[in-house]
C-alpha cells in the first residue's frame, strides 16, 4: 500500500485564529481507497479550528507500491497502469505528502534494502554506476518541489500478526526511510495495536479482512495522521455521517493520539537529528546547526565521535578512487566513528607511483586499506572489494602488533558480492598479543592468523581465516577463506591506502633515514 499525503501547517497557530487552509493529495492502493479515507480524512478535519480542507485528492491503484507511484511521466506510455502519481503531484501546489508503501513491502524501506529499491543510475556514457535513485526518495523529492512536506504513513500488520513485535519491525523500516529523508511519520500502524491492547476492540473490529482495514481502521489512520500534521489530539472532532458513535469517535482518537505521543518519545530516545538522519515532527523542521570544525589537530580519540561535527556534513565521502559513492559513504562512516577528521588521502595508489607499500605508508598513523579482486583469467569473483583497517601505524617491525591498548580495533571488511552496496565488517579482537602483523618484505596483514595478508606491492591476497581457533564476536557464519574474494587467494588491479595527515602529525617522529656519502 502506498500513501502520500500533502500539507503545511504554520507553527504560528493558534486555537483562537482561523484555521488553516490545506491540500493533502492521498497516494496509495487499496489500503488509502477502502472506506475512502481521503474522505474520512476531510470530514474529520471539518470540526477543526487548526485546519481545514483545501483539496483533498488522491492516486491509487489496486496492489501498488512506491515502484508505480514513482513511474517516470516519460514512460506513462509503455504501461498499462492508468497510474499518474508523479503528474498529479506537479499538477498544484501541495502542503504536505504522506508516503505509504505497499504492505508487503515495508522491509524494502529498511537497510541493506533501502538503497537498491529503486531506479538504477547510470553514467553520461550508458554504463551502469552500481547505485540506485530509490523510489520512495523520488517520491519525497516531487512532493518537496510541490512545497509540500513528505509524511511517510506506517502500515499496519495483517490482522493475525497484530503484536508488538511485528508492528516495531514495521516502524523501524519506515523510520528509516523517513530519517534518510528528513520526512515525517504518521504511525497509523501503531495506532492499531494501541486500540487492540485497550480491550475496548479486537481485531475484528479494526480489520475487514486480513489486511484491509474496517473502517474504525480507516478512522484511526486519519486521526494518527491530524495528529501527525498538527501536533495535537483530534479527541472531539465529530464525524458527522453517524457511522461511529461520539463514545466509540472519542476513544479511538484518544488512541491515535497516544499512539503518536508515544511515536515521538520512542524516536527521539531512539535517534539523533543531524543532516544525515533526522525524523520531523510538526513544528520541529530545523535540523540542528554545529560550529564549523576547528583547524587544530583533535586529539587522536579512537573511540565513537558522536560529537564530532563532521556528523552533521551530508553524505562525508572521504575516500573516491573506484568505490561507489554509496561505498564510500559506508567507509567513511566507520573513519568518522573513530577519528573526526576529513583530510584522508592516499599513501600508497597501485595505479600511480612507487608500488613499495612500506616506504609509502610506514608512519603514517592508522591507515583504511581497500582492495578490488582482478584474476589474470576472467573470474565470477572479479570485482568484489575488500580490506582491513589498521589503527596505528605500519613501521616495518618484523613482528605481530597488538593494538588493544590504543582503544581501537584492527577491522576486516568487505561489500557484499550479492549485494554490493552493503558494508560488511568484522571486528578484530586481540588473543596472544595478536591484532596485526608488520613486516618489511610483505604488505599489511590483518587479523590475529593473517586473516588478510597481502604482497609488497599490493598486487595478491591470501586469506587464512581459522575460524576453530579464533573466533571473533562479530563473525558471520559464512566466515571463511572465501569471504573475502570467493578464493583463498586473489589477485588485485587496484589498491589504495589511505591516511590522514592530521593523525599522522600527532604520530612520533619516526627515525632518520641514514645515508653513506662517497667522496673520490
Known amino acids: 500500500v502506498v500513501l502520500v499525503v500533502v500539507l503545511a501547517i504554520s507553527t504560528t497557530t493558534t486555537t483562537s485564529a482561523a484555521p488553516v487552509s490545506i491540500n493533502v493529495l492521498f497516494v496509495g492502493n487499496s489500503l488509502t481507497s477502502s472506506n475512502n479515507l481521503p474522505n474520512v480524512f476531510k470530514n474529520l478535519i471539518a470540526d477543526s479550528t487548526l485546519i481545514s480542507a483545501g483539496v483533498i485528492s488522491s492516486s491509487t491503484g489496486g496492489g501498488v507500491s512506491f515502484r508505480e507511484h514513482a513511474l517516470h511521466v516519460a514512460d506513462y506510455n509503455k504501461t498499462e497502469l492508468n497510474l499518474h502519481t508523479v503528474e498529479k503531484i506537479r499538477s498544484q501546489h501541495w502542503d504536505y505528502v504522506i508516503l505509504q508503501d505497499q504492505s508487503g513491502s515495508y522491509f524494502y524501506l529498511d537497510e541493506p534494502y533501502l538503497d537498491t529499491y529503486g531506479d538504477p543510475i547510470y553514467d553520461k556514457d550508458g554504463f551502469f554506476t552500481e547505485q540506485y535513485d530509490p523510489y520512495p526518495f523520488q517520491l519525497v523529492r516531487e512532493a518537496e518541489d510541490a512545497g509540500a512536506r513528505a509524511v511517510f504513513m506506517q502500515t499496519w500488520t495483517s490482522k493475525s500478526n497484530l503484536n508488538t513485535n511485528f508492528t516495531s519491525i514495521i516502524e523501524h523500516a519506515y523510520n528509516n526511510v523517513a530519517g534518510r529523508s ?15 491492547d485497550s480491550g475496548m476492540f479486537d481485531e475484528s473490529d479494526i480489520y475487514a479482512d486480513d489486511i484491509h482495514p474496517s473502517f474504525i481502521g480507516t478512522f484511526l489512520a486519519a486521526c494518527t495522521i491530524y495528529s501527525t500534521i498538527t501536533g495535537a489530539s483530534p479527541k472531539g472532532l465529530r464525524l458527522q455521517n453517524g457511522a461511529l458513535s461520539n463514545t466509540a469517535q472519542d476513544m479511538l482518537e484518544q488512541y491515535a493520539y497516544n499512539a503518536w505521543l508515544e511515536f515521538k518519545s520512542r524516536v527521539q530516545a531512539t535517534y539523533g537529528c543531524n543532516q544525515m538522519f533526522c525524523i520531523f515532527f510538526h513544528g520541529e523542521y530545523s535540523i540542528p546547526t554545529t560550529t564549523t570544525p576547528s583547524t587544530t589537530a583533535p586529539a587522536m580519540t579512537t573511540t565513537t565521535n558522536d560529537e564530532c561535527p563532521l556528523h552533521d ?52 598513523g592508522p591507515t583504511m586499506g581497500v582492495f578490488r579482486v582482478k584474476h589474470p583469467r576472467d573470474s565470477p569473483h572479479d570485482g568484489r572489494i575488500f580490506g582491513g583497517y589498521a589503527p596505528v601505524s605500519f613501521k616495518s617491525r618484523g613482528s605481530s602488533v597488538v593494538v588493544d591498548e590504543r582503544g581501537d580495533d584492527v577491522l576486516l571488511f568487505r561489500f557484499d558480492p550479492e549485494m554490493h552496496q552493503r558494508l560488511q565488517v568484522i571486528t578484530v579482537v586481540s588473543e596472544d598479543n595478536k591484532d596485526m602483523y608488520d613486516y618489511d618484505h610483505l604488505g599489511p596483514i590483518y587479523g590475529r592468523v593473517t586473516d588478510i595478508s597481502l604482497n609488497e606491492d599490493l598486487s595478491l591476497a591470501t586469506f587464512a581465516v581459522a575460524t576453530e581457533r579464533f573466533d571473533y564476536p562479530s563473525t558471520p557464519v559464512d566466515f571463511t577463506n572465501l569471504w573475502f574474494a570467493g578464493s583463498s587467494s586473489a589477485h588485485i588491479d587496484y589498491a589504495v591506502v589511505y591516511y590522514s595527515p592530521t593523525l599522522q602529525a600527532l604520530e612520533p617522529t619516526p627515525p632518520p633515514t641514514t645515508t653513506t656519502t662517497t667522496t673520490t
Open 182 to 196: 528528513h520526512s515525517l511519520v504518521a504511525p497509523a500502524g501503531a495506532a492499531f495495536l494501541k486500540a487492540k
Open 313 to 364: 556534513t551530508p553524505f562525508h565521502l572521504f575516500l573516491g578512487g573506484f568505490l561507489t559513492k554509496s561505498q564510500d559513504l559506508k567507509l567513511s562512516h566507520e573513519l568518522l566513528d573513530r577519528h573526526c577528521v576529513d583530510d584522508w588521502t592516499p599513501c600508497f595508489n597501485s595505479s600511480v607511483g612507487d608500488n613499495d607499500f612500506h616506504k609509502q605508508c610506514n608512519y603514517k
